[in-house]
């Protein structure tokens, strides 16, 4: 608002703009406060399970801190206007997640599975390696609009990436999904979370420069625009790639969050409705058609429409030729021995879905030892990162890192929703990680920097604009012509 | 581990957890920037010495006015049916209300104005709105581009306003109410 009233000495009402202000304590505050809350499950697990407080709690306290702390630090130094929500909301989910998996750790069953190794260290190495690169970002990345220059590499990378997994001797098929790349002496990647945050970068680019192709060449039919057939060539050529990993690498997941992420993109740039419908029955089409000749496929669905048949077969030994999943009733037993408050942290009984307790299924080891009051809190928490990200991109001044953050934090969204979808039995499970909470290294550290990103647009956002206003005095006054 | 010490603590993290959630979402609330609107002084402090005094020495920028008559604009209130507020109710600043106390109010672009116009039909300097001996209110255009209009009519002199006749200047409408 440029005008105002603007006398101090009479009674009137007076309209300024708020300067904005760093808030950067509040985000310490609730730092903080992001901290001690997982310090505090950590020790209500020992109290749990051993009767005492866990020996571990200084040394788990103080290094959750520390990463936060430095998280923090990076933060009021790099990028002092940033959001102040995002970086706490992303520290307490992050060591919510640690306190369930270092929980799972202590469970004499999986301990006695024969490739059990203890993943709470792991991740927490994992974090700080994640919050390493938070930092970089913010560093290396003074302004986001930089990213715009490599657009066309961009694609090029993350079609690299996505097909890494394919190469053979490389790729690692693990459990029937191929997302996998196993690097000699250091573990297995997933390169599939990387090429997420490098394709919102190519989308946005190449959106920002062809929206208003895509958006004003158009016909009207039934209400909806219709886009002209060679508009079409884009989507399409997503929609093939996305087919492509559905097919060679089996995985619904990855292969659902590139084509929602880029229609979503295609929606806020074109603000043609149109496009979702053509989004939803394209993807519809495609997961139908591919899940009539894949197997893999064919038996996530199976377990989707009937859990506990699957189980039962799953337990009855039955081999013919399909792979039948009993996890998925699991969760949902899970889910409902946790009932509205949960069994309390350390007393359910979780680690009976083996390995995937603290990866894939880490959702239904929350919803048993806090029930559903403890997973809707989880879930308004990923919704408020997904608002904060929609608000940086609502408040961001130029149209590449508007569209760079709602593809994030769209993509984001849709990964907590196929996930999470997945494990409650909405839709057929996919082999996609739970951002910031479920064991694994290329999730944790990928998705930290896509928190970096996220940051580094809401600080060119929110900080005061440079230039103030040219006065109004100085112009002339328009005429009013009869 | 006694089983209430661990119900209290189970129903204790779940209320830490959502007090969180209520910190973060009222964290978000505060953070709702834009515009503010403040009301400006109030009722009680604006006794009518106070506002005789500000009559008298007027604030340094307004003295490039003609000062305004004194004295009679504070018995003008008493009268029945005498406004007590100005209201814009077109334009920009629709909804701005303006409380009058017998000063003189000034109408422009300039940034010394009283109501500062955002409206690029007005003049810097467009005109003001003052009480006269009797506690009647004039309007008086100050040599406007385009002109100052009391209902229909382009002002050429000062003009008793009556209440609720629209006063319009550009794209924007005022007009005075009780």
């Known amino acids: 608002?440029?005008?105002?009233?603007?006398?101090?000495?009479?009674?009137?009402?007076?309209?300024?703009?708020?300067?904005?202000?760093?808030?950067?304590?509040?985000?310490?505050?609730?730092?903080?406060?992001?901290?001690?809350?997982?310090?505090?499950?950590?020790?209500?697990?020992?109290?749990?399970?051993?009767?005492?407080?866990?020996?571990?709690?200084?040394?788990?306290?103080?290094?959750?801190?520390?990463?936060?702390?430095?998280?923090?630090?990076?933060?009021?130094?790099?990028?002092?206007?940033?959001?102040?929500l995002l970086l706490p909301l992303a520290t307490l989910l992050n060591g919510l997640g640690l306190v369930m998996i270092w929980r799972l750790d202590q469970s004499k069953l999986l301990q006695s599975l024969p490739n059990f190794a203890q993943a709470a260290p792991r991740q927490l190495m994992y974090t700080a390696l994640g919050i390493g690169l938070f930092v970089a970002v913010l560093i290396f990345l003074k302004d986001h609009r930089v990213l715009q220059r490599y657009t066309y590499i961009s694609m090029f990378a993350a079609l690299v990436l996505l097909l890494l997994p394919l190469v053979p001797g490389l790729g690692a098929n693990i459990y029937g999904a191929k997302i996998w790349i196993s690097i000699p002496g250091l573990g297995t990647l997933q390169p599939g979370e990387f090429a997420k945050i490098i394709l919102a970068v190519f989308f946005a680019g190449y959106l920002m420069v062809k929206r208003d192709a895509l958006a004003l060449a158009s016909r009207r039919f039934m209400g909806l625009y219709l886009p002209r057939g060679r508009d079409l060539g884009p989507i399409l050529v997503v929609w093939f790639v996305s087919i492509l990993i559905l097919v060679f690498e089996t995985d619904l997941g990855t292969s659902l969050l590139f084509f929602g992420m880029f229609v979503i993109m295609l929606y806020v740039a074109t603000e043609r409705t149109s496009w979702i419908v053509f989004g939803l029955l394209m993807s519809a089409a495609g997961a139908v058609g591919v899940a009539s000749f894949e197997p893999h496929i064919q038996t996530r669905v199976q377990a989707w429409l009937n859990p506990l048949h699957e189980y039962k077969l799953s337990q009855a030994g039955t081999h013919d030729g399909i792979l039948h999943s009993e996890q998925a009733m699991q969760a949902l037993w899970a889910f409902g021995s946790g009932g509205t408050l949960g069994t309390g942290w350390g007393q359910g009984h979780s680690e009976l879905i083996r390995f995937a307790a603290n990866s894939d299924f880490i959702l239904a080891s929350f919803g048993e030892e806090l029930g559903l009051a403890g997973i809707m809190a989880i879930l308004v928490i990923y919704g408020l990162i997904a608002e904060r990200g929609i608000r940086t991109a609502l408040a961001a001044r130029d149209p590449f890192g508007k569209l760079l953050a709602v593809g994030l934090s769209g993509g984001f969204a849709l990964q907590v929703f196929v996930v999470a979808g997945g494990v409650m039995g909405l839709i057929p499970l996919t082999g996609m990680t739970m951002p910031f909470v479920a064991y694994g290294g290329s999730s944790v550290i990928a998705n930290w920097a896509l928190m970096g990103i996220l940051i580094r647009i809401s600080d060119t956002a929110r900080r005061p604009a440079p230039a103030p206003a040219p006065s109004p005095d100085a112009e002339m006054t328009q005429v009013v012509r009869p | 581990m006694s089983e209430l010490t661990l119900t209290v603590m189970r129903l204790g993290f779940l209320a830490v957890l959502w007090l969180f959630v209520i910190v973060a979402v009222q964290v978000i609330r505060s953070d709702l920037f834009g515009t503010r609107v403040t009301q400006r002084g109030s009722r009680r402090d604006a006794s009518r010495p106070q506002q005789a005094a500000r009559q008298t020495t007027p604030p340094p920028q307004r003295q490039q006015q003609a000062a305004p008559p004194s004295g009679g604009g504070g018995g003008g209130r008493q009268r029945r049916g005498a406004p007590t507020k100005l209201v814009v109710s077109e334009g920009t600043l629709t909804g701005t209300t303006v409380a009058l106390q017998g000063q003189t109010i000034t109408l422009g672009r300039a940034h010394d104005s009283t109501i500062v116009l955002d409206d690029d039909y007005a003049s810097s300097r467009h005109a003001r709105i003052y009480p006269d001996r009797d506690g009647q209110w004039i309007v008086e255009d100050l040599g406007s581009t385009n002109g100052t209009y009391l209902d229909r009519s382009r002002l050429t002199t000062p003009t008793p306003v009556p209440l609720g006749a629209p006063i319009r200047i550009g794209k924007t409408v005022i007009e005075l109410r009780k």
Do not use: C, Q, W
């Open chain 1, 1 to 84: 608002m440029s005008s105002s009233t603007n006398t101090p000495t009479h009674h009137t009402s007076t309209i300024g703009s708020i300067g904005t202000p760093s808030r950067r304590n509040t985000e310490l505050a609730l730092l903080v406060f992001a901290v001690l809350i997982p310090v505090f499950a950590y020790a209500n697990v020992g109290l749990a399970i051993d009767g005492t407080v866990p020996a571990g709690l200084l040394s788990y306290g103080l290094g959750l801190g520390l990463i936060a702390g430095v998280g923090h630090l990076g933060v009021r130094k790099f990028a002092p206007y940033a959001d102040p």
